[in-house]
């Protein structure tokens, strides 16, 4: 019997651990899941004899490593900075590795050492990135194939709240890991715009998003995300003029992100103690406050709208105007603003939420250009099963299949950029209704 050992149960994981175990029978796996909250993985695996909840603090060696020795495959959902940790362990004991996590620069320093040892660590195994890898190569390498030249490669992704449940002003609700939202485009963008390479500041990230149509559900904000031109080489789209990727939101939820930018919320160095600290004595604290006025107008006077704005609804109904004590102890404003998240955007029991994606590729073939656009929407079913949950999970799943069952011959330091693996994985994933849409103007 094959072993897996999955290390985090949260958000991302539901939808991973159910295909787990439907295909533990016929592939004849045994799951361990190891997570710090025991009640946790036990809603997850229910009382399947194909699964074992192992209750750990992942830091401590000591009960990790065995985990690690004794399994044959490892897949890490933990938060991106403990996957090396994760990551050293398999090397020292010749374990597979997959996760859904970036390259970073930690793991690069590993790359000879997981190649001279034969092993495979499959990293952007997930939704984006991950599918977004896997269905742009297959119609880059298609259009290549038949002689076109690409000169313009976009793609959009967003994980966003189905319109039933598109219920409040940020018009946004959380289906992932609330600190990644926070931090979410902290490092700025970089891409190139016909021949030009643009980088935009954080500070201003929010404030160029524009909008793009998306068959049925109108238009939807973006903005560039992360530094593009990483990806150039490795899609082979070096010298093209246009090359970007981007994140996909409701219009509203931009122009909301960039006020809490502009006020200084999301910064995660500094430490403040919160537990005299107001709400609205937190939010006013990187600005110059009258005294004499309140909270909503010194904040709307700082942003140059009314105090009955859109932008002020949105402040208030986080809760984040009002006169509440904070109580967190030392924490970043990062921290604050993960906790008024977490409480005032999170997804009720019935809520849906829905993932876009979006590429669109010109090109140009025997003397005729050509756009093609290529679209996925991916409903959730409710607040556990969502469609984050199974866009992230499931191509880890198909891979560990695919890896177990010995279909893949692939050894290094990877992402899902090859034939071998994103043909089978899309194949599979259409199964699960998670498939595209291709239109060419």
Known sequence: MKHVLLFGAGKSATVLIDYLLANAPRQKWHITVADNDLMLIKSKIGKSYYATAAAIDVKDPSVRQPLVKETDLVIS??????????????????????????????????????EAAGLLFMYEMGLDPGIDHMSAMK?????????????????YCGGLI???????????????????????????????????VKEVPYEHLFDQSKTIQVPGLGKLAWYPNRDSLNYTDIYNLSNIPTFMRATLRYPDFCEGWNAIVKLGLTNDKEKQQTDKLTYAGWTTRHISADPNLSAEE?????LGVSSKSK???????????????????????AGVLQHVLEARLRME???????????????????????LSSYMIVQGEDNLRTAMAKTV????????????????????????IMPEIYNPVLRELEEFDIRFEESFD
């Open 77 to 114: 959902l933990l938060p991106p900075a403990l996957h090396i940790t994760v990551a050293r362990d398999c090397l020292q004991f010749g374990k597979n590795l997959l996760t859904a996590s970036y390259v970073d620069p930690e793991i690069r320093q590993l790359e000879k050492e997981i």
């Open 139 to 155: 119609l880059i390498q298609s259009i290549e194939k038949k002689g076109g030249q690409i000169s313009c490669f976009r793609s």
């Open 311 to 333: 932008l002020i609804r949105q402040l208030k109904f986080l809760g984040i105007l009002n006169g509440d004590l904070i109580n967190l102890g030392e924490q970043t404003d």
């Open 162 to 196: 189905s319109p039933e449940s598109n219920d409040n002003p940020w018009q946004y609700k959380i289906s992932w890991n609330a600190r990644n939202i926070v931090l979410a485009g902290s490092s700025g963008a970089i891409y190139r715009e016909k021949g030009k």
């Open 298 to 302: 010194n904040v709307a006077q700082f």
């Open 393 to 416: 999970g499931l191509p880890l799943g198909i891979l560990a299949k695919l890896v177990l069952s010995g279909q893949v011959s692939l050894t290094g330091l990877q992402i899902p």
């Open 349 to 371: 029991p019935s809520d849906k939420d829905m993932i876009v994606m979006l590429h669109e590729i010109e090109f140009e073939r025997r003397n005729m250009s050509t756009k």
